[in-house]
């Protein structure tokens, strides 16, 4: 990914293909619950890549991305009901849920985005921390439309009858999902690289001088907000899709805490970092109900170990990668490769030299 930053934009395409072919040939050799997990971390990675863009490019701290995430999930079912239940094996309901999502995002973003134009750090992390607490209790205060503390069902996106009737399920999900988040972290690249990203970083860095050279900081921050949230929300509603349902319960408080602790420790500096984090939170419930069984707990006991594991896993993980690596996993990574690039270049001959 760092690469593909660097490079230009008709590289950033070719490289982004051939992202594509990879998940192609994964989704092939990867069993039915892999393949749910890799199609799970596409999802995961839209809301990530966004919030890395507001958090990392910006200087924007939120709270408030897993009920944005919420927000596209709910639209998804909503408008299917509207749609009075039809499959959505017709492509075209897909695009317009998925796009329904997207814009029910982009305008809350845009909501959200104009009432923090003015706020910085703990008092912005104070009015999306508000938006997470009340978004989840909406469901429950609309129940008769929003489903309650059970949410709405949301239907699966079945596989195309070109395909096959054969054709693995779970398959088509890795498809459906990285066919959605491909393009969209292609675009927010293309955008790190755009003077509207150079205007991110300037307004990130010095907001005065920002200001000073002629740079509108509060447009810069609603229109960041708005691209961020529009991610989240078309995350959410990959997630809906995946899953089959959008209710509370998928997009608690907690979720909100967990993206914004994922991308630090995944790095803030680039989407390297957003990728490293979309694995993280789907690697490590996993691996807590892995840790869990290996233990003979009573049933409450290890429900309760599975639920806290995480959250301390993240805290703990959080912790030794500041301490270790401040610029996240992804800094780490640049490190290392660096490193090994230097040792191999050493290790050369080189030509020009005279032999005794």
């Not at 912005?124 to 997470?132: F, Q, R």
């Not at 602790?261 to 109900?289: C, E, N, Y």
């Amino acid at each position: 990914m760092n690469m593909l930053l660097r490079t230009s934009p008709l590289r950033r395409v070719l490289l982004t293909a051939l992202a594509a072919l990879l998940v192609l040939i994964a989704s092939q050799v990867l069993d039915p619950f892999r393949n749910f997990q890799f199609a799970t971390i596409a999802a995961y990675l839209c809301a990530t890549a966004g919030l890395t863009v507001l958090t990392g490019l910006n200087g924007q701290l939120s709270l408030g991305h897993g009920a944005l995430m919420a927000s596209g999930a709910y639209t998804v079912a909503l408008i299917q009901d509207a749609f009075g239940g039809r499959q959505l094996a017709a492509g075209w309901i897909l695009v317009v849920t998925l796009l329904g999502a997207l814009a029910v995002g982009v305008a809350a973003g845009a909501v959200i985005g104009l009432a923090a134009a003015r706020l910085q750090g703990p008092h912005l992390a104070g009015l999306t921390l508000g938006v997470a607490v009340i978004v989840p209790s909406l469901a429950t205060t609309f129940d008769a439309l929003l489903g309650g503390e059970q949410g709405l069902p949301v239907q699966a996106a079945q596989p195309p009858l070109a395909l096959g009737a054969t054709f693995p399920y779970e398959r088509w999900q890795v498809w459906l999902a990285w066919t959605i988040t491909l393009p969209t972290i292609l675009l927010l690249t293309n955008l790190v690289h755009s003077r509207l990203g150079r205007d991110m970083r300037a307004v990130r860095d010095h907001e005065v001088a920002a200001s000073l050279s002629g740079i509108d900081v509060a447009r810069t921050r609603v229109v960041t907000f708005t691209v961020s949230a529009g991610c989240a929300a078309l995350g959410g509603a990959l997630l809906a899709v995946l899953t089959q349902v959008a209710s509370p319960g998928s997009y608690p408080l907690t979720l909100s805490v967990f993206l914004l602790m994922a991308v630090v420790i995944g790095g803030l500096d680039s989407l390297t970092g957003a990728i490293w984090g979309a694995l993280l939170l789907v690697a490590l419930p996993d691996l807590a109900q892995s840790v869990t069984g290996l233990f003979s707990f009573p049933p409450g006991e290890a429900q309760r170990w599975e639920g806290n594991l995480p959250t301390a896993a993240f805290g703990l993980m959080l912790i030794t990668v500041m301490a270790v690596a401040p610029t996240g996993v992804s800094g780490l990574q640049r490190r290392v490769l660096r490193a090994a690039a230097d040792r191999w270049r050493a290790r050369r001959p080189n030509p020009g030299a005279e032999t005794p």
